[in-house]
């Protein structure tokens, strides 16, 4: 059975109250139910984590170096943090990116991912049904 990690950085924890014009209505706890329902429609399963602190997300990201994907949205982890993108670099495993606003409508730090070099691939602006979209690319 494939397994896929879906990593969540900081502050996406607080989605359904954080900036809902940006980022909407809906819980992280919706999207794990969606995405897990159409992993398993798939023969495949999720692990869902989310963390405030980039060291967790990089021992994530090694630890699911035989995974057979990795969806990724590291917040504003995005813009700065190499380390992440060191991190992505170091496994051999397919990151998608995901964001849920298009971060290209908005302020101009948010225009730079630093992660994207080492990425498969960015699914930007859609939503919430990014992350869903993320999977299907993979399975
Ligand atoms: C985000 C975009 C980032 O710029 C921001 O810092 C986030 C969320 C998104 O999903 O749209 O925390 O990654």
């Known amino acids: 059975m494939k397994t896929?990690?879906?990593?969540?950085?900081?502050n996406l924890n607080r989605l359904g109250k954080r900036e809902p014009d940006i980022y909407g209505n809906e819980t992280l706890e919706n999207v794990e139910q969606r995405i897990s329902q159409l992993a398993s429609e798939n023969e495949a399963t999720v692990i869902?984590?989310?963390s405030n602190h980039e060291g967790d997300l990089i021992d994530w990201i090694h630890?699911?170096?035989?995974?057979?994907?990795?969806i990724l949205n590291p917040g504003a982890f995005t813009h700065y943090s190499y380390a992440i993108r060191d991190a992505i670099a170091s496994v051999p495993v397919s990151v998608v990116e995901v964001h849920i606003s298009n971060v290209h409508k908005r302020e101009p730090?948010?225009?730079t991912s630093v992660i994207s070099p080492v990425t498969t691939g960015q699914?930007?602006?859609?939503?919430?049904?990014?992350?869903?979209?993320?999977?299907?690319?993979f399975l």
Do not use: D, M
């Open 109 to 111: 730090f948010r225009h």
């Open 123 to 137: 699914i930007v602006g859609f939503g919430l049904k990014g992350y869903e979209l993320a999977l299907q690319s």
């Open 63 to 70: 630890e699911a170096e035989h995974a057979s994907g990795i």
């Open 48 to 50: 869902f984590r989310q």
């Open 4 to 10: 896929f990690y879906v990593l969540n950085g900081p």
